[in-house]
């Protein structure tokens, strides 16, 4: 089973940052399709930014787009989530997953990465408000 540690979250501001981190491993990084999910209170985990295996894609939902930036390292085994000009939509329990998923498109990779990854973590929770 893959493990993975999300840290980082907390309070902040509307249009402050964040950077949220998941532990793993390098190898999990280097070969596995990686990304961050949230589920907010009463609905569903939905896919947030995810990084394609193959080719180093990355995908965002349009909720996030141009607010997110993933990134990862793989020699200090993390996967970072940067988040700028948030809003109080983006709170939410944030998770990271990993698991070897293959798609055509990085979007299909992500929510499939989303179905299939059963180790999830404890998250951190994000919570925007004034």
């Known amino acids: 089973h893959v493990q993975v540690v999300e840290s980082g979250g907390g309070l902040v501001q509307p249009g402050g940052s964040l950077r949220l981190s998941c532990a793993t491993s390098?190898?999990?990084?280097?070969?596995?399709?990686i990304g961050w999910f949230r589920q907010a209170p009463g609905k569903e985990r939905e896919a947030v930014s995810c990084?394609?295996?193959?080719?180093?894609?990355?995908y965002y939902a349009d909720s996030v787009k141009g607010r997110f930036t993933i990134s990862k390292d793989s020699e200090k085994g993390a996967l970072y989530l940067l988040m700028n000009s948030l809003k109080p939509e983006d709170t939410a329990v944030y998770y990271c997953?990993?698991?070897?998923?293959?798609?055509?498109?990085?979007?299909?990779?992500?929510?499939?990465?989303?179905?299939?990854?059963?180790?999830w973590g404890q998250g951190t929770q994000v919570t925007v408000s004034s």
């Open positions: 997953a990993a698991d070897l998923v293959w798609h055509d498109t990085v979007q299909a990779m992500c929510f499939q990465l989303g179905k299939t990854f059963t180790s």
């Open positions: 390098g190898a999990i990084l280097d070969y596995y399709a």
């Open positions: 990084i394609s295996s193959s080719d180093g894609s990355e």
